[in-house]
């Protein structure tokens, strides 16, 4: 039997993308610790037996002072836990967990989720970040990559490490999220925007495809789903207020919500691992339309799946819906099963669950 320390920053980002592996740590008879800043879904994990550590992160946070508390936290856990293997995820807590569990001789596994504006785009900033990832992945007894753009951005930047493995995001548990019956057009054709309503999300570039094609097809419905930062909460209330857009929020469970639409747009431009989005509606048989991001474009098969449309290009967006709604009912569907599909074989959850056991016990 191991002890095994995971860390993140929230709980949904536990409970939503890697309960499984702690589900499968725990059924092999591992002793799990989950440390993170206490969430409701922290209940539902220990409930099954993992043991929680709070601990206080501002993922977004610049506050040099927060991040030295950070790691004063961090070595204080290492050393009354005493793992023997610590999971890190997501930047911050890579980046500190990682330098700390180096120095301290503990093997770790480090997953980039995503790089994060701060370590992608050139700054002063980013050449702390460099410096910091990089002593944070060189020690890393494996480092998961969500796509080949992220590894090949840190190949370029020569940051070193042992070992690397290509992993397909968090996978998508293909039984919690099952193929949903495609809906009928007699209520038109309701497409999804489901992410926080940033920029960075292709939010401007749906907004102004919902106000041209609803002028164009007034049966087209464009829904919103998500937490507003505030930059655009006035645009959304003014868009809903025309009938464009139906704003609805943070929601609860957008399974409800995939039930009755036919498509999922994620205009995103934003650097992120893999999009759960994209996989939570393609396992639930949605076509996709999105960007050629890197971390969008691997979820879809352009043309068979969805379509790939350039980045923050509004008028390739509205040629790409406009080609979506003009297919036939079944021609929709074959989308959506042949996106089930592909989920079924390339992003199945139990695959990165393997690659982690692989590593943390071979």
Known sequence: MSKILIIVNRDFVLYNFRFELVERLLSEKHEVYICLPYGPKVDLMTSIGAKFIPIKVNGRGKNIFEDVCLMAQMKKIYKKVKPD?????????????????????IPYLLN???LGTAVEQKSALQKVMLYLYGKAIKNAKCVFFQNDQNKQFFDAHHMAYKKSKLIPGSGVNLNKWKYLDYPGEEDGIHFLFIARVIKEKGI??????????????????????????????????????????????MVQDTAEYLKTAHCTIHPSFYPEGISNVLLE?????????????????????????GYIVPQQDSESL????????????????????????????EFDRNIVINAYLDEMFN
């Open 85 to 105: 293997m610590v999971l890190l995820y997501t930047t911050k807590v890579d980046i500190y967990g990682g330098i700390i569990a180096g120095k301290a001789g």
């Open 112 to 114: 980039v989720s995503g």
């Open 204 to 249: 401007e570039q749906y907004l102004e495809t919902a106000r041209a094609i609803r002028e164009k097809y007034p049966m087209t419905h464009f829904h919103v789903l998500g937490p507003c930062d505030g930059d655009y909460s006035n645009i959304l209330e003014e868009y809903q207020n025309k009938g464009i857009i139906e704003y609805h929020g």
């Open 281 to 305: 509606s393609a396992a639930s048989g949605r076509p996709l339309i999105t960007t050629d991001r890197s971390g969008c474009r691997e979820t879809v098969d352009d043309g068979i799946t």
């Open 318 to 345: 509205i040629e790409a819906v406009e080609r979506f709604i003009q297919l036939d009912w079944n021609e929709k569907k074959a989308m959506g099963i042949a996106g089930r599909r592909k989920m079924e074989e």
